[in-house]
């Protein structure tokens, strides 16, 4: 039977990140995407500046519902912009189903979001439930409660500090800012470490590809994959996604979601044109 994947996550209008990166990625590892809406992100095509809209809480929670009115298999948390949406999520989620929770906090510094409402509520109602969770080296600095982090020691210190809260698995996505030539994701399961480098690819078009490697994992998991397999496939995934990135309108580029399955299909066929 086909594996069904639920997102609980913000929308983006543009189609590179958010719930759209999810359905996207769930599709192309053949499983049936779910999704309840926290909230909305657009943006203003005079100058390129992004808006966020909240939903409500019972339209939300009436959106939890459905998605839970039958089995599913994996479940992905992205964009949840408040506290109440945190414990409503969190008191709503279904026990015994595996949770990836990408913890994405908006805005732009770390030390001023460190002690934010969201940031505590993801600390304490989320991260507990979490199978695993993927935060990017901001995310995990302000989860961790470190601050700016610089070194693999310091993601080391973070990963740690993030599963005493509750996660099983810690997987940091290093991205570029240690490394302008390599950049590094490192997992963590509570006892070792394993480390992820991988070429650093040039290119501005790479909006999306934090929700997209999240949701890679989730649809893995939901397809049996250990932990560790989806962790190695989901960066095969969302590499090729970067390499194959667009620019989708004057202010932003996106990653491709479906540059990997496509490259895996013409491998399998080269003669095929399509």
């Known amino acids: 039977m086909m594996k069904k994947v639920a997102t609980i996550a913000g929308s983006d209008a543009t189609g590179g990140g958010g719930l759209e990166a999810d359905l996207k990625t769930f599709q192309e590892f053949g499983t049936f995407g779910f999704a309840a809406i926290t909230s909305i992100v657009t ?50 989620l279904p026990n015994q189903i595996p949770l990836i929770v990408d913890p994405v906090i908006g805005g732009k510094g770390t030390q001023d979001f460190i002690k934010n409402d969201q940031v505590q509520a993801l600390r304490e109602k989320l991260l507990p439930q979490a199978l695993i969770t993927t935060p990017n080296l901001r995310e995990a600095g302000i989860l961790s409660e470190l601050g700016d982090l610089t070194s693999e020691k310091q993601m080391q210190q973070a990963a740690k500090k993030i599963a005493l809260l509750g996660a099983k698995h810690v997987v940091i996505k290093g991205g570029a800012r240690l490394d302008s030539k390599q950049t590094l994701d490192l997992h963590y399961d509570g006892r070792a470490f ?67 399955t496509h490259a895996e299909k013409r491998l399998e066929y080269p003669n095929d044109k399509r």
């Open 194 to 260: 394993q480390s992820y480098p991988h070429p650093v690819i040039d290119t501005p078009y790479n909006h999306g590809a934090g929700c997209t490697f999240a949701a890679a994992i989730t649809a893995a998991v939901a397809k049996g994959y250990s932990v560790e397999a989806a962790i190695k496939t989901a960066i095969d995934f969302v590499q090729a996604a970067i390499t194959m990135g667009e620019q989708i309108n004057p202010y932003v580029g996106h990653v491709w979601h479906g540059a990997y």
């Open 43 to 92: 943006l203003d095509p005079e100058n390129g500046n992004h808006q966020l809209t909240n939903l409500d809480l019972p339209v939300i929670q009436s959106q939890i519902a459905s998605v839970f009115a039958g089995p599913i298999d994996a479940i992905k948390t992205g964009l949840l912009p408040s506290r109440e949406i945190i414990e409503l999520v969190s008191e709503k």
